[in-house]
């Protein structure tokens, strides 16, 4: 697969697969990132460049890696990845572009859409519906039934309670609980909503 993005997010995909015989290159916008754990890194995708393996966007941050998906979508395929450790249940689904990893649960099911991120530790039980580009942080946990909207980013350690909706581009806060519905837009640290972003 090829991946694109050369910081800290990319090394831990890297470090995700098998071998890194399977990355078949690494781009990234900024030209003057030589080397990536020991993989040459190619600088930013040429215009005419047309993907002939999957790619994976290794990109931490939800905005950016819409744009990035909006970018290549036309002349790439997406890889997604489950980590062995992670316990994902066969009655889940995923879409294209997403990541579940080490030690990370996805309970029966579950949705995740396209370009989501389930990090290290975290709980996504029963039914959850987690829309595109979403984030949940290391050591989140979403109980049952919790709906998440595009984009939207569920700070680590953080607790949403059963049957929740989070809207679309929400922040929730490190270590938060969450204990009623957010509107889009919105952040949540503590116990509280925050207002608009």
Not at 31 to 40: A, N
Not at 62 to 89: C, D, G, M, Q
Not at 110 to 124: D, F, P, R
Not at 164 to 170: D, K, P, S, T, Y
Request: hydrophobic share 45%.
């Amino acid at each position: 697969m090829y991946i694109f993005g050369a910081s800290g997010h990319a090394k831990v995909i890297i470090d995700l697969l098998d071998s890194t015989d399977r990355v078949q290159g690494i781009f990234d916008d900024d030209p003057g990132i030589p080397r990536l754990m020991e993989i040459p890194v190619r600088g930013p995708v040429p215009e005419d460049f047309i993907f002939d393996q999957p790619l994976f966007i290794a990109v931490g941050d939800n905005n950016h890696r819409k744009h990035l998906y909006l970018r290549f979508r036309e002349r790439a395929t997406f890889a997604s990845i489950i980590h062995p450790s992670a316990i994902f249940s066969k009655r889940a689904t995923l879409a294209a572009g997403t990541v579940v990893m080490e030690s990370a649960i996805v309970k029966v099911d579950s949705c995740l859409g396209k370009q989501v991120i389930v990090n290290t530790g975290a709980a996504v039980d029963h039914e959850c519906r987690l829309s595109d580009f979403v984030h949940i942080a290391p050591g989140a946990i979403l109980c049952g039934g919790v709906e998440v909207g595009e984009g939207s980013l569920i700070g680590a350690g953080s607790t949403v309670l059963p049957g929740l909706h989070i809207g679309a581009w929400v922040k929730v806060g490190a270590g938060s609980v969450v204990t009623r519905n957010i509107p889009d837009g919105s952040t949540w640290i503590g116990n509280r909503l925050k207002g608009n972003i």
